[in-house]
C-alpha cells in the first residue's frame, strides 16, 4: 500500500488473498462436518423416541443405549480433533485442538461406563449422562466462539448451550426412577437432535449456495 493510502494495483496473473480462506475452526470442516450432523442428528432423534417409546426399558438398557450414544459423540469430536491437527495444524489454535480430542476421550470413557455395573443406580447413570452432555456441550459452544465466520454461527452456539443445560439438568436433579429419567432424557434427546439435523442441513445449504 502507497503512503497515501491507495492499494497498488496487483501484478498481472495474482489474485487477491481471500480474507474468508480460513473462516474458523469448524468453518474449515464445514464440508465434511455437515454429513456427520446429520448423522448424530438422527442418531440422536432415535434415541429419544426409542427412550420415550420403552417406558419399561430397565436400567441396564438404557445404560446401554446412552452408552452407544456417548461413544458416537466421542469418536465424531476425536475425528475432528484429529482432522483438526492434521489438515489445519497453523490455522487451529493449539488449545482448541487439545480440547477437542481430551473431550472425545472423555465421552468415550463415559460411554464405556455406561456399560458396566455402575450403571444399574439410576443415580450414577444420570451422572455419566449428564458429564458426557456437558462436555459435548462445551465443545460445541467452544468451537462457535472461535469460529467467527461459522456457517449457522447462531443455531449451533444453541444447540451447544442446551446441550450443556440438558448436562447440568441432569447431573443437579435428584432421579429417583428410571421413568422420570427416561422423560427428561428422551424428550432433550428428541429436541437436540432435531436441532443437529437442521443445523447440519443448513450448513449444508450454505456451501452449495
Known sequence: MSSSGTPHPLPAGEQAPDPD?????LGLLARGVWQRQVA??????????????????????????F?????????????????????????????????????????????????RGAAQSILLLALWIGFGWLIHGFMTTAGVISAENLPTRGRQAVL?????????????????SLAALTLVAGLWLVALGVLEIEHGLQVRTHLVN
Open 67 to 115: 452408552g452407544i450414544y456417548l461413544l458416537a459423540c466421542g469418536v465424531v469430536q476425536l475425528t475432528v480433533a484429529l482432522q483438526l491437527a492434521g489438515a489445519y495444524p497453523t490455522h487451529v489454535p493449539g488449545h482448541l485442538r487439545a480440547v477437542s480430542f481430551l473431550s472425545g476421550v472423555l465421552s468415550v470413557l463415559l460411554g464405556l461406563i455406561c456399560f
Open 160 to 176: 451447544g448451550i442446551l446441550t450443556s443445560l440438558g448436562g447440568i439438568v441432569l447431573i443437579v436433579s435428584p432421579f429417583r
Open 40 to 65: 448424530m442428528g438422527v442418531l440422536t432423534l432415535a434415541l429419544g423416541a426409542l427412550t420415550l417409546a420403552w417406558p419399561g426399558a430397565t436400567v441396564l438398557v438404557v445404560g446401554v443405549l
Open 21 to 25: 480462506a480460513y473462516p474458523g475452526v
